[in-house]
């Protein structure tokens, strides 16, 4: 186990510096977003997940939902390293005609996307919908959905949250990347410092909370998806907003900065990933 | 037309599926047959029509049929960028039925009119959007509406509407039907004004007027082959919807006359004004407020022709 966790960990510091370095090269923006939530999309899609990569579309596939559309940069990375497409295709993220856009694209478009996401509260609820339909379709496929903080904003998160809980959708997770950070402020200040657990508690969900860039952890808690409650799962993982690189941790202008072509070298010499 | 949809979704619910019926918070009663028979695909999702939207495009994603029913507004405007994203951009085969067109809740106030949705809704890419006369049209309608692999928005009455099909027409969505031959002037219709046309086609013929009368129950696609044939034949062609004049069918027919070459053909437009009306009132009264009744229709009609005639 602590060999194959010692693993997922290398695979996200390569992510990690691969988008780096797409951000420098592209110009384009979210870098803090995406690295507070490489860990989890590495747990889920080289562990966790029963996915085939060869068949994207396979009827009874887990389905795994960025609902913070904001992370593609992270997620085009993840499905490119586990072989959804060749890794050249992303030489062309950002330019004229390309599918990579800052937000992953309609499921058509892109091998391996479940839905295109970008507008905050959408994703969860379509998930809520694919996983209410695989059990009435008599399939034993999960749903994971990661959702924001911030994304915690919209109402249609929490009628989401009420009709699975009211549903016992069981076969769905949600993990929501708690980098305590929104796009122009503190999430606490903006929207108010409940607890966040307390509130998926409080909305009928089996919750836990967990250290969001605890590569052992995040496995296990994924893997307890459905967890014999009876009731959707909440794992509220915390974690750092721009977390792998010291300058940008905890530093909200990494939502929008660019890394320069120095801060792209001092990133990969602290992730112990050659130039 | 309420019942005419519990029934027929119903029977269809009972010989497909991958049919399965959301509705959000209402309905008492009008699905416990649905409900019986299959319990599993009904879904009450409560008073949160963004998320009931979303959830139905996950549906469909995931090889299901999803039929979502409320309220015009709250399944149209409520919701939009959910339909728009989650439904439309995903080419996801949700049918969204809306009840209570135009002024049918008139008394309810100005929260429940519908008088935007078909302008709203012809603008989303993918989107077929669908207003039946009555409840042959709807019938058939929502039977083509699950055949098809794409989104359809259906906007019917309440209940209680007039029967106009006396048997059953050749039907297909995007397929416009004549409900009455005429010679010199044609009256077009969406949704649940056709008894008011008709009758407003009645006054006029009294009046030596042969009205022609189209039943457009697809307001896109454009059934434009019948438009080329109406506006190459008559002099003069009337649109009326109950719904605003911006945007509607009346708006998407003018869009598409003036992208045409070599014909002259001349319109007029009958809908609600850009306001909301905040007088209580009937259906009829809302009706007669903006103009929507067959002796208003009629002199209008009449009166314009005589112009584009003597020009």
Redesign the interface.
């Known amino acids: 186990m602590d060999a194959k966790i010692g693993r997922l960990e290398q695979t996200a510091r390569i992510i990690r510096a691969r988008i780096i370095e797409n951000s420098h090269r592209t110009q384009t923006p979210h870098l803090a977003s995406c690295l507070s939530c490489v860990d989890i999309l590495v747990a889920a899609y080289f562990e966790v997940l029963r996915i085939d990569p060869s068949k994207p579309t396979g ?1 009874n596939r887990d389905r795994f939902i960025l609902s913070k559309g904001h992370g593609a940069a992270a997620l085009f990375q993840v499905l490119a390293l586990r072989g959804y497409y060749p890794e050249s295709m992303l030489d062309h993220y950002g330019e004229d005609g390309s599918v990579f856009a800052e937000h992953p694209p ?3 478009y892109l091998p391996g996307i ?3 996401t970008g ?1 905050l ?2 994703g969860f ?13 008599n399939q034993t496929y999960r749903v994971i959905a990661l959702v924001s903080d911030g994304e915690c904003n919209e ?2 998160t929490w ?2 949250a ?2 699975a809980a ?2 016992k959708t069981e076969n769905l997770g949600v993990i929501v990347d708690f980098n305590k950070w929104q796009a122009t402020g503190r999430s606490e200040e903006i929207m108010g410092p409940v607890s966040l657990a307390g509130k998926w508690r409080a909305f009928g969900w089996n919750t836990c909370e967990i250290d969001g860039h605890d590569m052992g952890e995040l496995v296990r808690r994924l893997q307890q998806v459905p967890d014999g409650s009876g009731k959707p799962v909440a794992i509220v993982a915390h974690t750092v907003k721009g977390k792998g690189v010291s300058f940008m941790e905890d530093d909200n202008n990494w939502h929008y900065r660019i890394p320069s072509a120095e801060e792209v070298k001092a990133a990969k010499r602290e992730l112990g990933v050659p130039a | 037309m309420r019942n005419a949809f519990a029934d027929e979704i119903t029977r269809l619910g009972a010989s497909d599926p991958r049919v ?1 019926l959301l509705s959000g918070d209402i309905g008492n009663k009008l699905f416990d047959k649905f409900k019986q028979q299959a319990q ?2 009904f ?1 009450n ?2 008073v ?1 029509e ?3 939207m ?11 049929r ?1 039929v979502v029913y409320t309220i015009t507004p709250f399944t149209t405007t409520r919701c939009f ?2 339909i728009r ?2 439904v439309c ?3 996801a085969p949700v049918v969204i039925v809306g009840t209570g067109a135009g002024l049918s809740y008139a008394e309810l106030g100005p929260t429940h009119h519908s008088l935007e949705d078909l302008a709203l809704l012809r603008s989303l890419p993918g989107m077929t959007v669908f207003a039946p006369c009555d409840e042959v049209e709807l019938r058939l309608g929502l039977r083509a509406a699950l055949r098809q692999d794409h989104p359809v928005y259906m906007r019917i009455g309440k209940k209680g509407e007039p029967v106009i099909h006396d048997r059953q027409p050749d039907f297909q969505l995007g397929k416009a039907i004549t409900i009455r031959e005429g010679e010199h002037v044609c009256l077009i219709s969406t949704g649940n004004m056709m008894p008011v046309v008709l009758d407003a086609g009645n006054i006029l013929n009294k009046k030596g007027v042969s009205a022609r009368v189209e039943s457009f129950h697809t307001v896109k696609p454009l059934d434009t082959d019948r438009l080329k044939e109406v506006f190459g034949r008559y002099p003069l062609v009337a649109v009326v919807e109950e719904h605003g004049r911006l945007g509607g069918l009346g708006g998407t027919i003018a869009e598409w006359l003036a992208s045409q070459d070599g014909l002259s053909g001349r319109m007029l437009s009958f809908g609600t004004d850009d306001i909301f009306m905040h007088e209580v009132g009937s259906q009829e009264y809302a009706r007669r407020k903006f103009g929507l009744t067959a002796e208003n229709i009629a002199e209008k009609v009449s009166a314009r022709l005589e112009r584009v005639s003597a020009a």
């Not at chain 1, 609820?125 to 379709?137: E, Y």
């Open positions: 009827k309609a499921p058509a479940e839905a295109a507008s509260g959408h609820p379509l998930g809520l919908g694919m996983a209410l339909a695989g059990r009435i379709q109402g249609s009628e989401a009420m009709l009211a549903q | 399965v599993n695909r879904y999702c409560g949160a963004a998320n009931m979303s959830v139905a495009a996950g549906m469909a994603l995931s090889g299901l999803p960028e959910q994203v989650d951009y995903h080419g």
